[in-house]
């Protein structure tokens, strides 16, 4: 008798699994759109499209600010021929497509309109997702553009255009996942992220056009996504608050009585924050364990699951990598028998108190940020921003005294080398000839277009922004007419304005003093050399929005005793370079997470010389061993990557350059 006739025959009361996707997406649509097309054939069951910072950010490839981020961390669209071409092949009235999309998600779900409406594809038949939560691009990943309040009138434009003209669509994704990444406990993703609900369901309630009938059904389409770390029966309480909490919030605070529109939905990926470059292989377990905090609950089950690649504090997964996570979700789903019970934990008293304390403090949390006036006003005062990077530093500051063990980075750390991350090709990388040949695509595609009808477009976007009426209608109609990235996002910049989110490190209460002592007595070593504390310039060039760890550089330092600079992110080589000189700093720190750090670093350390500066250059960020190198031949001091946690010693280490400098 074989495994298979052991194991018996498969329910028939079976669930459905969820949906499986992979997070894709990179140097340009033709190149993306064959991936695609390969993981749909390996048995994914829907799209998760990664795009590149320039078209999150709202910028053309020929922006300054593009230089080194095109094509990078997802794929560049920059206009309809570019979504064509993304989607080629792929009937989009069948295929369910989620998009990582929302400072531009109006533009990105117009120009997905348009591809649907020259594919023949019933607008009421596309299902999907836009992530479109603007609130936690304040808190963590940085791709906002307008301010909190504009932003939520865009994100409330989606939501109710959607539920008449693509029911099936989810609008939103209120989004914990990087709030954890950007050192969220799980009380405050919880509350974080509900508040966020709220304050976008206020906004829904109060348009004219969306009727008491109406609203439920629009609630019902509200979606979720989340993360999951490695603490596993935490995490899988969480999932079980989020769906009690949302159950009680919608139907007490809302009146919402069907329980099906009341129900928490919820798309995952787990924890990227977590993933090590030492010892990457034992990465695979960590996104296993974490999956099962988000399967295993039938009531607390995500409805879509994408994975990361083992290798991605490494760099760009390859394919191999890829089908490697969709496979751990397809054995779990298919060769176990998981799917075939009801909730395996009800009943738990253990489960039951985790999750009854987890509410109680998300709850209280919750009450705070309503006291203030809501997530919109929480993020203005910078009140949840600072409280995400001191949790930050306190899951730094155990790890780095050996209280949080993380296995091959602070124990265990004798390995064998591995196999799997050795030799050329490990990781994917994008070359820079992308850039010039999106360029070059775009300048053809401008001249190419009925000009006129593009800037009559246009100048109908603005006027329904002025008047503050629902920009969909006018953002597909500049799609077709052959509008850019850049020029939407400009409409509306000049309109909206552009914002400065806080940083969160413009405190003195962050940090703890304990463990401080190498880098402390660095800086006053380096402070007696200098007759002063050094001075140290952190800076983000480039789109990357990631600055988690730039914040934690930042706060450690300061608590050492050096005069720390950090601007925040999305900033210009030219612009670094300036503040340096009018600091007259004693060192640059320069955090990269984007793979765009040979460009940028470049460009940085070429202004200096031509500026006669000769300020020591640190970089951190993922960066492959091959491009350390070339990142020390341009005159770089030191690079830092992931292995090299241990912030204590990387203070000093600055501090030590510094005084050296003097």
């Known amino acids: 008798m074989t495994a298979t006739q052991q194991s018996g025959p498969q329910s028939a009361q079976r669930d459905r699994p969820w949906i499986f996707r992979t997070y894709a997406g990179h140097s340009d649509a033709a190149e993306s759109n064959r991936l695609y097309r390969t993981n749909l054939a390996k048995g994914q069951t829907g799209l998760s499209v990664a795009f ?41 009235a069948q295929m369910n497509t989620s998009m990582t999309i929302n400072a531009t998600a109006a533009w990105l779900l117009s120009l997905y309109i348009a591809v649907a409406d020259e594919q023949g594809a019933d607008r009421r038949l596309l299902q ?94 509200i979606s979720f996504f989340v993360n999951a770390g490695m603490r596993f029966v935490t995490e899988l309480c969480k999932m079980r608050a989020f769906v009690e909490l949302w ?30 470059e030492p010892q990457p292989e034992n990465n695979v377990y960590r996104i296993l364990i974490e999956m099962l905090a988000v399967t295993l609950s039938k009531k607390a089950r995500a409805r879509a699951v994408q994975l990361p690649a083992w290798n991605e504090a490494l760099g760009l997964p390859r394919p191999f990598d890829q089908q490697w996570s969709l496979r751990m979700q397809q054995v779990l789903a298919y060769e176990t028998d998981l799917l075939e019970f009801g909730d395996i934990f009800d009943g738990s008293t253990v489960v039951d108190a985790k999750v009854s304390d987890l509410k109680a403090a998300a709850l209280e949390e919750l009450a705070k940020i309503d006291d203030m006036g809501g997530a919109l ?4 005062t910078g009140y949840m921003k600072q409280a995400l990077v001191e949790n930050g530093a306190r899951r730094i500051e155990a790890i780095e005294r050996g209280e949080q063990v993380v296995v091959g980075v602070n124990k265990f750390t004798n390995s064998e080398p591995s196999p799997l991350s050795a ?48 920009v969909m209608p006018a953002s597909i109609a500049c799609a077709k007419a052959g509008v850019t990235t850049g020029e939407w996002a400009q409409t509306l910049r000049e309109i909206f304005g552009e914002y400065r989110a806080p940083t969160g490190v413009d405190t003195t209460k962050l940090g703890d003093a304990t463990g401080l002592a190498t880098a402390k007595a660095a800086v006053e070593k380096a402070t007696e050399r200098l007759g002063r504390p050094p001075r140290f310039l952190v800076g983000k060039p480039g789109l990357d929005g990631h600055s988690n760890g730039a914040e934690q550089i930042a706060v450690r330092a300061r608590d050492a005793g050096m005069n720390v600079s950090y601007g925040g992110i999305r900033q210009t080589p030219e612009e670094i370079v300036s503040e340096a000189r009018e600091s007259e ?18 460009d940085v350390t070429a202004r200096l010389r031509v500026a006669g500066m000769e300020v020591p250059v640190v970089v951190g960020g993922i960066i492959p061993p091959d491009d350390e190198n070339a990142l020390r031949n341009m005159g770089v001091a030191r690079v830092y990557t992931p292995k090299d946690f241990a912030l204590d010693g990387i203070i000093a280490d600055v501090a030590g350059l510094a005084a050296k400098k003097g």
């Open 128 to 221: 999907g997702t836009t992530q479109n939560d603007l609130v936690k691009e304040y808190l963590s990943r940085g791709t906002y553009v307008f301010p909190p309040r504009p932003s939520m009138q865009l994100t409330t434009d989606i939501v109710v255009f959607t539920a008449n003209e693509l029911p099936k669509w989810n609008p939103t994704n209120v989004c914990s996942y990087h709030l954890q990444e950007a050192g969220a406990s799980p009380v405050q993703e919880l509350s974080f992220a509900l508040a966020t609900a709220i304050a976008l369901l206020d906004s829904i309630r109060a348009r004219p056009e969306v009727s008491p009938e109406e609203f439920p059904g629009i609630v019902g389409r």
């Open 377 to 380: 006003a929480a993020v203005e």
């Open 585 to 602: 700093a004693d060192i640059i720190g320069l955090s990269i997470l984007s793979g765009s750090h040979l460009p940028l670093v470049r």
């Open 52 to 92: 590149d910072l320039p078209t999150q950010t709202g910028y053309d490839p020929d922006h300054v600010l593009a230089r080194g981020e095109v094509g990078k961390v997802g794929v560049p669209i920059s206009h309809l021929g570019d979504m064509r071409a993304l989607f080629d092949q792929i009937p989009l």
């Open 423 to 470: 030799g050329d090709g490990a990781v994917v990388t994008v070359p820079d000839s992308v850039e010039i040949e999106a360029v070059a695509r775009l300048k053809a595609w401008r001249s190419d277009r009925d000009a006129k009808a593009a800037a009559a477009a246009l100048a109908e976007l603005a006027a329904s922004a002025r008047e503050n009426r629902n």
């Open 247 to 276: 159950d009680e919030i919608t139907l007490g605070r809302y009146g919402v009585a069907d329980e099906a529109m009341r129900r928490f939905r919820y798309g995952v990926q787990v924890n990227s924050l977590g993933l090590t």
